[in-house]
């Protein structure tokens, strides 16, 4: 089954998207015309009446939404790599040492010396995908590599001692 996402109007009040599980589950964002925003749960046995709702203010329903969204791109990331014979994903945290600690990625010249690339940077609940050469690396980066096992070991010593 796909997923399946359900539209209704609110007259009065705004528009409800409810996004239905395989289980028949019904989870519902309430956009309200104010603004406001409500994350509802509905129950199985009766889909109009909803169980729980959790009012979101902006910044709680950014992170709600980084964070879904960090947890499936690094999910995805690492099927990818699992598909493919001898190529690996892997997550390394940057050293607090690191030489590159506040300095931009393209500093590392990581492509070019470990011919491993770095797909993307996890930051806290962030995820930032595709990063270019001019973002800076900061404490608490995890870095998600794809490449070759060789690759990758020499790429978290690159990042923990700067080049040979």
Known sequence: ?????EKFDLPG???RHDLVTESGRRLSV????????DLALFSLEDPDASSESIPLNDEEAAALADLLGSSVTLSRLTSLAG??????TEQLQLPTDSPYLNRPLGDTQARTRTRVSIVAIVR???VIPSPTPAELFRPGDI?????????LDALGRLIANGPD
């Open 1 to 5: 089954m796909g997923v399946r996402i």
């Open 13 to 15: 009040i705004g528009v």
């Open 30 to 37: 309430v956009s309200h015309r104010d603004g406001d925003r």
């Open 83 to 88: 598909d493919t014979a001898g190529l690996f």
């Open 124 to 126: 806290g609940h962030e």
């Open 143 to 151: 870095l998600i590599a794809v490449g070759i096992r060789d690759g």
